[in-house]
């Protein structure tokens, strides 16, 4: 397809669907399918996925493990939707979950089954704990995402956004996350000294939310040591922690919860995203049973019983979770990707870029030229790889493959960075060049 059947391929979008429209802008493609990383378009063109649907397809697209699970339900007439009648696909999903996830980890959760996306939890997360607590101030913390819909977007730091929803986002305290003030200050000790401080300004809160790795923040994770001393500190004050794994979690950090590296136990979890594993909305709340004092409807949602997302998410987590052998490939792959970012970051010193992150959530980081990501991103796409970036200034490139991938396709994707690179720094290079000729006259 040439350039101009293209850009008509993609007319109705320009002249029907509203401005807020974001990714279709800088990857304007018409797509048609998908298998596990690779995208085709209608067009024929591949392309190589490491954008991951933002955290939705950990699973990879159309997964045949268990596509055929979800093609019997709907052969044999299998409910689709129940509000949140009891179906047999939730109740397979419930003992599944209950199976491969709670129990092996010694987790003690009830489950709230929310409207399906991960705003919808995030809202009920944030109710809960103001009705248990009866107070209404929330900690959040600088650099953090947590969804658009009011009480979520209070949570979250983003200006942008914030400023979207047309009148004040209150009940919120945003304060500073692990490593926001530098090395040398101890946000930890900082939060505790608000806290002891009747003259500190910050109302006593319900909760504290929080991502135990940013990801639209910027690939930010907390330490194990800070996470653990958040719980702590949360304990003794009886503030409720919630732990907002809604990107982070279904084994995008090499395990399936976030926080399970660092040994804590939110009392709260939300999840939503890769849950279904195939790309439907499906969100869901956990917390400890003697939190539930929801009284019956108090909460409710049109949404909240995706059967399809059951039937889809329970046969994930038979194929993907019944043993550790998915961690362990999740650990092969995270080697690699760490690698070969640090190999591309020590390459090209010039720019200046650093590696951070955990499993298969990573960063490249700009800290100096926050335009260098979103060059590279369209260095990229012209390469037909296909990533988004992050952070307060776009200044992280972010890397999001599929945990499914095959290695094949996480080198041939790393290969294709590299040259975007490499193209990035020859450009710069040339227009610097070009600058300094007509500087001096030449
Ligand atoms: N929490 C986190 C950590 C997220 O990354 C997101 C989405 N990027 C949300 C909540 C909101 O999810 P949704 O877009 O499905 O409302």
Redesign the pocket.
């Known amino acids: 397809m040439n350039q101009r059947a293209k850009d008509e391929s993609l007319a109705i979008f320009d002249r029907l669907e509203s401005e807020v429209r974001s990714y279709v802008r800088s990857f304007p493609v018409l797509f048609d399918r998908g298998v596990n990383t690779t995208l085709t378009a209608a067009d024929g063109q591949e392309y190589l996925d490491f954008f991951g649907g ?2 939705a397809l950990n699973y990879g697209h159309n997964n045949p493990a268990f596509k055929q699970a979800l093609l019997d339900y709907i052969e044999r007439d299998g409910i689709v939707h129940s509000l949140d009648l009891a179906t047999t696909a939730k109740k397979g999903f419930i003992e599944t979950f209950e199976r491969c996830i709670l129990k092996p980890r010694g987790l003690n959760y009830k489950l709230q089954f929310t409207g399906p ?4 939890a ?1 809202e009920a997360a944030l109710k809960l704990a103001r009705q248990v607590t009866r107070r209404s101030n929330i900690v959040s913390f600088t650099g953090s ?5 009011a009480g ?1 977007l209070a949570a979250t730091a983003h200006k942008e956004m914030r400023a979207a929803a047309g009148f004040p986002l209150a009940h919120v305290t945003s304060l500073p996350y692990e490593g926001y003030l530098g090395d040398s200050v101890d946000t930890i000790e900082y939060f505790e000294k608000l806290l002891n401080d009747p003259n500190s300004g910050l109302d006593k809160p319900a909760a504290v939310i929080l ?1 135990a790795v940013q ?2 923040g910027g690939i930010v994770a907390a330490s194990v040591e800070w996470l653990r001393r958040l719980r702590d500190l949360t304990s003794r004050h009886e503030i409720l922690l919630i732990l ?1 794994d ?3 979690g279904i084994g995008r950090t090499g395990k399936f919860f976030s926080f399970e590296a660092a040994g804590i136990v939110p009392d709260i979890v ?1 999840l ?2 890769s849950l279904s594993a195939y790309g439907t909305p499906m ?1 869901l709340v956990l917390f400890k049973p003697e939190l539930d004092v929801w009284t019956p409807a108090a909460h409710t949602g049109t949404f909240r019983g995706n059967n399809l997302a059951f039937v889809t998410g329970r046969a994930a987590l038979e194929a993907y979770w019944s043993d550790s052998k998915f961690e362990d490939e999740i650990a092969r792959k995270s080697a690699i990707l760490a690698k070969e970012l640090k190999s591309i970051a020590s390459d090209y010193p010039e720019l200046e870029l650093s590696v951070r992150g955990r499993g298969l959530m990573y960063g490249l980081v700009s800290p100096r030229q926050h335009s260098l990501p979103a060059l590279v991103s369209r260095e990229a796409f012209s390469r037909r790889l296909i990533l988004e970036t992050a952070g307060s200034f776009g200044e992280v490139l972010k890397f999001m493959p599929a945990l499914t991938i095959t290695e094949g396709d996480l080198r041939r994707g790393l290969t294709i960075i590299r040259e975007s690179v490499h193209a990035v720094q020859d450009r710069m290079r040339t227009s610097v060049g070009e600058r300094k000729r007509t500087a001096i006259g030449a």
């Open positions: 933002a955290g996306t991960g705003a919808n995030v995402y947590h969804g658009v819909s979520s991502e990801g639209e907002d809604i990107q982070a939300t939503s995203k969100a």
